[in-house]
């Protein structure tokens, strides 16, 4: 569940300000879980509320078009969510502005989705903490829909996801802190637990001093305090825009798991890619015998979006499986 957005970009790493056009594609975070989700083979439904003209059915057209069913996406609202995003290279960053606000899911209630028809027979039920940062009416929305996903014992992940340019910290960990309450599996950077949640683990990330360890007492913290069944964090050195050090830790409350580590350069797009890891971790979390697989397929679906311009990660279950497995050669495949 979350907001659909159209996503404008100019080609490759152009700037906004020498451009006279840009592209449009679909995106947004939960959206592009739903895409990766039905790559891997899964019946994948997501939730929103878009207009009925035809920007609307543009971006509905774009989920379908990979698989995900749109049964769910309620119709009315003004106007789609938009956001610019501007890619990186080297020492410049990669920038993305928001014109989201008054959108059709931010002016949502509760009273426009039927929830216990949505969580019928469902599996698992994925937000992010983008949407209750939209707006105070779609926080309702998304705080109803955990309530009926738990009644229906449903499966619960979220990707912390703060977003500074949505909301501040104070607001975020007012909202998310008893939202936790609905959580089994908890994704997040250390940016992420501190800004949502308020703990702070005990590691340099932008300094590259990404042990497990100074994660440790973190999770367990988290773990007593909420009661996940999991707490997972991605682990990103950030040397430039176009280089990137990849990999992750997972905890079920027993024992701690890292991932093996990937060395991305050079980077084609990064946006999507916590999305593409929390998908990735879904599958393996459904499918996988143990949480370290699970872990090594995430990453591994994670680095691979990083080659692909564009929200979505469109990668099989195969090619994942074969990066997870070692082939990293990117030799032709004849």
């Not at 439904?45 to 078009?65: C, D, T």
């Not at 996406?73 to 938009?82: A, D, F, K, Q």
């Not at 059709?104 to 039927?114: M, V």
């Not at 990735?280 to 015998?289: D, E, N, V, Y």
């Amino acid at each position: 569940m979350g907001e659909l957005m159209l996503r404008l970009s100019p080609e490759g790493n152009n700037r906004f300000v020498q451009v006279d056009k840009l592209n449009v594609t679909p995106g947004g975070g939960e959206a592009n879980v739903a895409i990766s989700l039905a790559n891997y083979g899964h019946e994948a439904y997501f939730v929103s509320k878009l207009p009925k003209h035809e920007i609307g059915q543009m971006a509905v057209n774009g989920m379908r078009k990979f698989g995900v069913n749109t049964d769910f996406i309620v119709r009315g609202g003004n106007r789609v969510g938009l956001y610019y995003a501007e890619t990186g290279a080297s020492m410049r960053p990669s920038k993305v502005i928001y014109d989201r606000a008054n959108s059709a899911i931010a002016e949502a209630s509760p009273e426009d989705f039927d929830f216990d028809a949505i969580f019928e027979g469902a599996d698992w039920f994925h937000w992010s903490g983008i949407t209750p940062a939209i707006s105070d009416a779609s926080a309702e929305c998304l705080r109803q829909a955990c309530i009926a996903a738990k009644r229906h014992g449903v499966t619960v992940s979220c990707d912390l996801n703060f977003r500074k340019k949505l909301w501040t910290s104070e607001k975020a960990i007012s909202i998310m802190r008893p939202l936790m309450q609905y959580v089994d599996v908890c994704i997040g950077n250390e940016e992420d637990a501190e800004f949502c949640l308020g703990f702070k683990p005990d590691a340099d990330v932008e300094g590259g001093k990404t042990d497990a360890a100074g994660y440790e007492g973190i999770f367990r913290q988290m773990m007593q305090e909420f009661g996940f069944k999991y707490v997972v964090s991605t682990l990103r050195e950030s040397f430039s825009a176009s280089h990137n050090g990849w990999k992750a830790l997972i905890y079920d409350g027993k024992e701690f798991y890292q991932s093996r580590r990937y060395d991305i350069q050079p980077i084609i797009d990064r946006v999507g890619g916590g999305d593409s890891f929390s998908g990735g971790l879904i599958h393996g979390l459904l499918t996988k015998a143990t949480q370290g697989e699970a872990l090594e397929f995430a990453v591994a679906a994670s680095a691979l979006k990083h080659t692909i311009p564009g929200d979505f990660n469109l990668v099989s279950e195969e090619e994942v499986e074969s990066l997870a497995h070692g082939n990293a050669s990117g030799r032709v495949q004849r």
